[in-house]
């Protein structure tokens, strides 16, 4: 007598009641696999994105605000700065690395960055195919830019003002691809990268001079550099003296603003997670509303089901196998519905990150993290929980009483 196929048989007999528990504990379990896989994705692209910078300085305005501008690039810059005020920043005996960022146009959604070879560095960018920018107008471009834009060396391409619209397109000037990143896994396999002097370029008004008139190229370039802005610096510090000492002095002593990566993406997790807690709590009410109405289920099941189970005993079928298939109904049914919630929450974070704006903020349903190993394991726990009194029900069973009824 196989306890297994007897328990299979039973949750057949009732589909619609199986078929209702099943997309309860699904529906909850979809819940918390969306919760845990978006969670865990956006914490861990915090932490890469942000784990070898110190701090980032740029126009006063929201910290907040700054940091998924210049780090995750998933929001508008406060504002440029001097660079005359950037480079003495850069020499500060407190700063060991100074890169810095200049913002401002896109390429079909995807960020144009300007910026120096103290980024490669800070990113530790290896190169696919092709090699690294090294003129004005020459990008290289992140591996998902290249496949998504269907770039490749030698390819070139026109900007276009803003950070996200395609509109406003500098026809003038083009750049040339000259090099495709290696995978990176993180926010650079999403940007398009050239030097801070192309970024000046696109921006240039044509100066016109009278014909005959004699101008000095050097000082105008000169008196052009003085003026020059970027939109913001990345900095690595010197020692742990500088934590304390260089914020406090750029807020103070400049009219320049400092955000710290660490607490800002702190607080941006923090408000996260006080939604990702409500929809976590309404997830595991889900789960036991589904675990009671196994329960339920189970318990009536046993009342019918009781003559049965003592023709079964006189059959020779010992109380253990009793117990055994009652708890085999109650487990088939969570984890079943387990699984199915599993797979439904992974399609649906890949459905949402399909539809996501930001490139850089993607969310993929594609990824298997170790910790859904919980959620099934509290599907099994479900299981024997909504099953366990209905099991011992009929493992306490008069036989004698129940056939003296019938």
Same mark, same amino acid.
């Given at each position: 007598?196989?306890?297994?196929?007897?328990? &299979?048989?039973?949750?057949?007999?009732?589909?619609?009641?199986?078929?209702? !528990?099943?997309?309860?504990?699904?529906?909850?379990?979809?819940? #918390?696999?969306? *919760?845990?896989?978006?969670?865990?994705?956006?914490?861990?692209?915090?932490?890469?994105?942000?784990?070898? @910078?110190?701090?980032?300085?740029?126009?006063?305005?929201?910290?907040?605000?700054?940091?998924?501008?210049?780090?995750?690039?998933?929001?508008?810059?406060?504002?440029? @700065? =001097?660079?005359?005020?950037?480079?003495?920043?850069?020499?500060?005996?407190? $700063?060991?690395?100074?890169? =810095?960022?200049?913002?401002?146009?896109?390429?079909?959604?995807?960020?144009?960055?300007?910026?120096?070879? !103290?980024?490669?560095?800070?990113?530790?960018?290896?190169?696919?195919?092709?090699?690294? &920018?090294?003129?004005?107008?020459?990008?290289? /471009?992140?591996?998902?830019?290249?496949?998504?834009?269907?770039?490749?060396?030698?390819?070139?391409?026109?900007?276009?003002?803003?950070?996200?619209?395609?509109?406003?397109?500098?026809?003038?000037?083009?750049?040339?691809?000259?090099?495709?990143?290696?995978?990176?896994?993180?926010?650079?396999?999403?940007?398009?990268?050239?030097? @801070?002097?192309?970024? &000046?370029?696109?921006?240039?008004?044509?100066?016109?001079?009278?014909?005959?008139?004699?101008?000095?190229?050097?000082?105008?370039?000169?008196?052009?550099?003085?003026?020059?802005?970027?939109?913001?610096?990345?900095?690595?510090?010197?020692? =742990?003296?500088?934590?304390?000492?260089? =914020?406090?002095?750029?807020?103070?002593?400049?009219?320049?603003?400092?955000?710290?990566?660490?607490?800002?993406?702190?607080?941006?997790?923090?408000?996260?997670? $006080?939604?990702?807690?409500?929809?976590?709590?309404?997830?595991?009410?889900?789960?036991?509303?589904?675990?009671?109405? $196994?329960? $339920?289920?189970?318990?009536?099941? #046993?009342?019918?089901?009781?003559?049965?189970?003592?023709?079964?005993?006189? *059959?020779?079928?010992?109380?253990?196998? #009793?117990?055994?298939?009652?708890?085999?109904?109650?487990?088939?049914?969570?984890?079943?519905?387990?699984?199915?919630?599993?797979?439904?929450?992974?399609?649906?974070?890949?459905?949402?990150?399909?539809?996501?704006? %930001? %490139?850089?903020?993607?969310?993929?349903?594609? /990824?298997?993290?170790?910790?859904?190993?919980?959620?099934?394991?509290?599907?099994?726990?479900?299981?024997?929980?909504? %099953?366990?009194?209905?099991?011992?029900?009929?493992?306490? %069973?008069?036989?004698?009483?129940?056939?003296?009824? !019938?």
């Amino acid at each position: 007598m196989n306890a297994l196929k007897i328990s &299979w048989k039973s949750i057949q007999f009732k589909p619609l009641s199986s078929a209702l !528990n099943i997309l309860l504990i699904a529906f909850g379990t979809g819940i #918390l696999t969306i *919760l845990l896989l978006a969670s865990t994705q956006i914490e861990d692209k915090l932490n890469n994105n942000s784990k070898d @910078i110190d701090l980032v300085v740029g126009a006063k305005g929201s910290p907040l605000q700054l940091i998924l501008s210049s780090i995750y690039y998933i929001d508008f810059p406060t504002g440029n @700065i =001097p660079l005359k005020e950037a480079n003495e920043l850069s020499k500060n005996p407190f $700063v060991k690395r100074a890169v =810095p960022l200049a913002l401002g146009d896109n390429y079909n959604g995807v960020r144009i960055v300007g910026t120096d070879s !103290n980024y490669i560095s800070l990113y530790d960018l290896k190169i696919q195919t092709g090699k690294f &920018w090294s003129a004005d107008l020459e990008a290289t /471009i992140g591996e998902n830019v290249a496949k998504e834009q269907n770039l490749k060396v030698g390819d070139k391409f026109n900007g276009a003002h803003g950070l996200t619209e395609n509109k406003d397109v500098h026809k003038e000037n083009t750049y040339t691809v000259t090099g495709i990143l290696a995978h990176q896994g993180n926010v650079t396999d999403n940007l398009i990268l050239t030097n @801070i002097a192309s970024v &000046w370029k696109m921006h240039e008004e044509a100066h016109e001079h009278a014909d005959g008139e004699i101008h000095d190229e050097a000082k105008e370039e000169s008196a052009a550099m003085q003026n020059r802005e970027i939109t913001s610096l990345l900095i690595q510090y010197r020692s =742990p003296m500088s934590v304390a000492m260089f =914020p406090r002095m750029v807020n103070q002593m400049t009219s320049l603003q400092s955000a710290s990566p660490a607490m800002e993406s702190t607080r941006l997790f923090s408000l996260i997670g $006080v939604g990702v807690d409500t929809l976590q709590y309404f997830a595991v009410l889900i789960m036991l509303i589904a675990a009671i109405s $196994v329960f $339920v289920n189970l318990y009536n099941s #046993l009342k019918e089901r009781s003559y049965d189970l003592a023709i079964m005993r006189t *059959l020779g079928a010992s109380k253990i196998k #009793l117990f055994m298939i009652i708890i085999l109904e109650g487990l088939i049914l969570t984890i079943v519905g387990t699984i199915v919630g599993l797979a439904l929450g992974h399609f649906a974070l890949q459905l949402i990150g399909h539809y996501q704006e %930001s %490139s850089q903020a993607k969310l993929t349903g594609m /990824i298997f993290i170790t910790n859904e190993i919980y959620i099934l394991l509290a599907g099994l726990g479900i299981g024997i929980f909504a %099953s366990i009194i209905p099991a011992l029900q009929a493992y306490r %069973s008069n036989i004698s009483k129940i056939l003296a009824k !019938n």
